[in-house]
Every structure is written in C-alpha cells, then in structure tokens.
C-alpha cells in the first residue's frame, strides 16, 4: 500500500500567514481553532513540512499512518467542512445563538424571528449545526496530522465579503450566501418510491423559481429586513438552502466510504456521515414549514414564490409536506425490492459532484480562479482514491 509520508502536491501553500491574515486570524479566534489545535501540537495547519517527513509518521514503523487514498478523501472532506463551518458561521451570526461555543456576530432580531416562522427552535438548530461543522473541520485535519498527512487550510481564500446587515462580522469569508440558486431536487428525490439518480432519474425542484437568478439567504444590508414579506423570502430561502447543503453531505460521506481502505478511516467517515444524515433529517422537516409567499427582490428584482406543498396542484406523496422520511425507492436494481435508502450513493466522481453542486448553488460566487483550482485538485485526488491504494 501506498503510504502517505509526504505532503500532497494539493497541500495548502498553508502562507495563512501573509494572506488574509486579518480574515482568519479573526476566525481563528471566533473558535479558538488555535487552541483547540495547540493540544493536537498543531498550530493552526502551518505543519512544517519537516514534520510531515518525519520517520515517525511513516505507518509501517509506527503501526500508525494511512494511505494517500484515506489522506485525499479526508483532505477533500476537511475543506468541504471547512466551507460548511464557512457558511453556517455566516447564518449563526444573523439567525442563530452567539455564544462561547459559537462566537462571532451579534444577532439581526428581524432576520432571526422570519427564520422562526419555520420552527421556533431554528436559532438553536443553525448554532448546533454550526458548532457540528467546525468540529469535523477540527478533527479531520487533526487526524490527517496525527497520521504524519498534510492537512487543509483555505485561510488564503477569506476573501468574499460579509453581509453588511447589523450583526454580522465584518470578515473575509468563503462562501456568499448573498446570491443562492438552490436546488431543491432533494424534496422529491426522497418521496419519490421508484426514481433514484444512482439508476439515471431526475426529479423536479420543490422551489422552482429558487433555480432562476440569484437569491439572498441572509440580508445583504437592513434594508433587505423593511419589507417584511421580503425578508420572509431570504428566510425561507435560508431554510431551504440549510436541507439543500446537508442533503450533499448525507450523500457525500457514505459515497466516500467506498473508497476507503483503513477501517478506522472508515469509522470516521461513517460516524461523521451520521450526523450529516440528522441535520438533512431536521432542516427537511423545518423547510416544509416556510410560509407561502411570493416576492419581488428590491435590489435585482428576482421574483420567487414559496408554493403551498400541501395543496393542488402539487401536495401529494411528491410534495406533501410532513413525508419527510426517506421513502423505500429502487436501490442497486429494479429487480431488487424498495428500499428505504440515503440516494444517490453511487462513489465514481463523488467529490467532484460535490464541488459542482456547490458552485451550481451560487454558494462560491466571487471566489478567485485559485480557489477552484485548488479545490477541483482535492476533489480529484478524492476521486482517484482506491479501496487499498
Ligand atoms: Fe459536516
Ligand atoms: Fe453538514
């Protein structure tokens, strides 16, 4: 087997130092990730590459180590939970707890109580789902590191601006949740009992007009928080656009797990995984309560309208809202019974389908060509990885 004792030609150029410095030291501090890290006897993901050479973290003379095709899945799937951590950061600020577990922003009163509209819990909901994120950003890479692997830093990326509402921070940031195209293909996709896009099925978006233009799912300014209708808009769109990014991870873990060799590896990935299938299961069931609406953005003037699920012409076992476990569906054959199953599953390309969907999603709009560079490389490592290699 292929071990992996030296850092990837992918390895972040890990200079967080001289770039966006500001933006993640920030951050750095908003989790004490430096902290945190300091007791792995990591410091932030600046791992020396004399550290990374290191005999020791060799696998076959310390019994520890893993393959470059473990390391390159792990890898993919820090940066991916480092965008998530990204994102959710930015919701937690303006509609969630801002507290010592989850720091950062002081609250936007009006966006919060339009996300309560779903579930009165929501704020709770965005900040465990945040504190999740960066707590598999954390231990993925620091397991990468305890293995002698190089682990992901995307600091050099902070670039994208904040919202500039009342209560977020004033930080570079990963992703823009200002210019959301969600696919909400996932709403039918898990009611339907016959399709399954593993076997070649589409299914329809449960929000049509979510796909067409580009949509806010914070407020961009408070302006965005005068009209309240409007602002119910950017909320639902916020709680559609929260089951859209975990539904991508429920898939995305059990498709890597098929690639992975080392059966502790695979604990991770499967344990990890896990919890991505329970935020999807919670955020399906709060999106189904968005209030119908339909309204006119002020500043792009991109129309969108919330359907009503439960009601003719849609309603029924592909929209009715409270179907929200997954329905038995054709898994594997058609010639095999119904199952009730996580889809799609399939393991060929998935990393790089979980790149596209983000970028599709808008969730990247902004980003510097250097940025989808690096990512489509720890996308294709992920996906050359090999069960053993
Ligand atoms: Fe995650
Ligand atoms: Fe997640």
Redesign the pocket.
Same mark, same amino acid.
């Given at each position: 087997m292929a071990r992996e004792t030296l850092p990837a030609t992918i390895s972040s150029p890990t200079d967080a130092a001289s770039t966006g410095k500001d933006a993640s030291s920030q951050l750095n501090r908003s989790f004490d990730r430096r902290s945190l890290l300091k007791g792995l006897g990591i410091v932030g993901a600046a791992v020396s590459v004399g550290s990374l050479l290191a005999p020791e973290a060799d696998a076959d003379s310390s019994g520890g180590g893993i393959t470059h095709g473990d390391a390159a899945i792990l890898r993919f799937l820090a940066a991916a #939970?480092i965008l #998530?951590t990204d994102l959710?950061q930015q919701y937690n600020e303006l509609g969630g707890i801002q507290d010592s577990e989850v720091p950062g922003g002081s609250g936007s009163p009006a966006y919060t109580a339009a996300i309560s509209q779903l579930d009165g819990d929501m704020a709770q909901y965005i900040h465990d789902?945040t504190e999740? #994120?960066l707590t *598999?950003e954390l231990f993925i890479n620091a397991y990468l590191v305890s293995k002698g692997a190089s682990p992901v830093n995307l600091d050099q990326f902070r670039t994208l601006p904040s919202s500039n509402a009342s209560g977020a921070q004033q930080i570079g940031r990963l992703t823009n949740l200002m210019q959301l195209s969600p696919d909400t293909t996932w709403w039918t996709r898990y009611r339907s009992r016959s399709g399954n896009p593993d076997l070649g099925d589409n299914f329809p978006p449960a929000i049509p007009s979510l796909a067409v233009g580009q949509h806010p799912a914070i407020p961009r300014t408070d302006d965005d928080l005068a009209d309240p209708n409007f602002l119910q808009a950017i909320a639902n769109t916020a709680g559609f656009h929260f089951a859209t990014?975990?539904q991508?991870?429920t898939s995305l873990y059990p498709k890597v797990a098929q690639r992975v060799s080392s059966v502790e590896v695979l604990r991770i990935v499967l344990s990890i995984g896990g919890? #991505?299938i329970s *935020?999807?299961q919670t955020w399906s069931d709060k999106a189904g309560n968005a209030p119908p609406l339909t309204a006119v953005d002020p500043v792009t003037g991109v129309s969108v309208t919330f359907p009503d699920l439960n009601s003719s012409p849609l309603g029924g076992e592909d929209f009715q809202t409270n179907l929200i476990m997954p329905e038995p569906t054709a898994f594997l054959s058609r010639n095999l019974p119904a199952c009730s199953i996580i889809r799609p599953t399939a393991t060929q390309g998935a990393a790089m389908g979980a790149l596209a969907g983000l970028t599709a999603d808008g969730l990247f709009i902004g980003q510097a060509p250097a940025f989808f560079h690096f990512m489509r490389e720890l996308a294709t490592a992920a996906d050359n990885a090999r069960r053993g290699g």
């Amino acid at each position: 087997m292929a071990r992996e004792t030296l850092p990837a030609t992918i390895s972040s150029p890990t200079d967080a130092a001289s770039t966006g410095k500001d933006a993640s030291s920030q951050l750095n501090r908003s989790f004490d990730r430096r902290s945190l890290l300091k007791g792995l006897g990591i410091v932030g993901a600046a791992v020396s590459v004399g550290s990374l050479l290191a005999p020791e973290a060799d696998a076959d003379s310390s019994g520890g180590g893993i393959t470059h095709g473990d390391a390159a899945i792990l890898r993919f799937l820090a940066a991916a #939970e480092i965008l #998530e951590t990204d994102l959710w950061q930015q919701y937690n600020e303006l509609g969630g707890i801002q507290d010592s577990e989850v720091p950062g922003g002081s609250g936007s009163p009006a966006y919060t109580a339009a996300i309560s509209q779903l579930d009165g819990d929501m704020a709770q909901y965005i900040h465990d789902n945040t504190e999740d #994120e960066l707590t *598999h950003e954390l231990f993925i890479n620091a397991y990468l590191v305890s293995k002698g692997a190089s682990p992901v830093n995307l600091d050099q990326f902070r670039t994208l601006p904040s919202s500039n509402a009342s209560g977020a921070q004033q930080i570079g940031r990963l992703t823009n949740l200002m210019q959301l195209s969600p696919d909400t293909t996932w709403w039918t996709r898990y009611r339907s009992r016959s399709g399954n896009p593993d076997l070649g099925d589409n299914f329809p978006p449960a929000i049509p007009s979510l796909a067409v233009g580009q949509h806010p799912a914070i407020p961009r300014t408070d302006d965005d928080l005068a009209d309240p209708n409007f602002l119910q808009a950017i909320a639902n769109t916020a709680g559609f656009h929260f089951a859209t990014i975990e539904q991508g991870g429920t898939s995305l873990y059990p498709k890597v797990a098929q690639r992975v060799s080392s059966v502790e590896v695979l604990r991770i990935v499967l344990s990890i995984g896990g919890t #991505e299938i329970s *935020h999807f299961q919670t955020w399906s069931d709060k999106a189904g309560n968005a209030p119908p609406l339909t309204a006119v953005d002020p500043v792009t003037g991109v129309s969108v309208t919330f359907p009503d699920l439960n009601s003719s012409p849609l309603g029924g076992e592909d929209f009715q809202t409270n179907l929200i476990m997954p329905e038995p569906t054709a898994f594997l054959s058609r010639n095999l019974p119904a199952c009730s199953i996580i889809r799609p599953t399939a393991t060929q390309g998935a990393a790089m389908g979980a790149l596209a969907g983000l970028t599709a999603d808008g969730l990247f709009i902004g980003q510097a060509p250097a940025f989808f560079h690096f990512m489509r490389e720890l996308a294709t490592a992920a996906d050359n990885a090999r069960r053993g290699g």
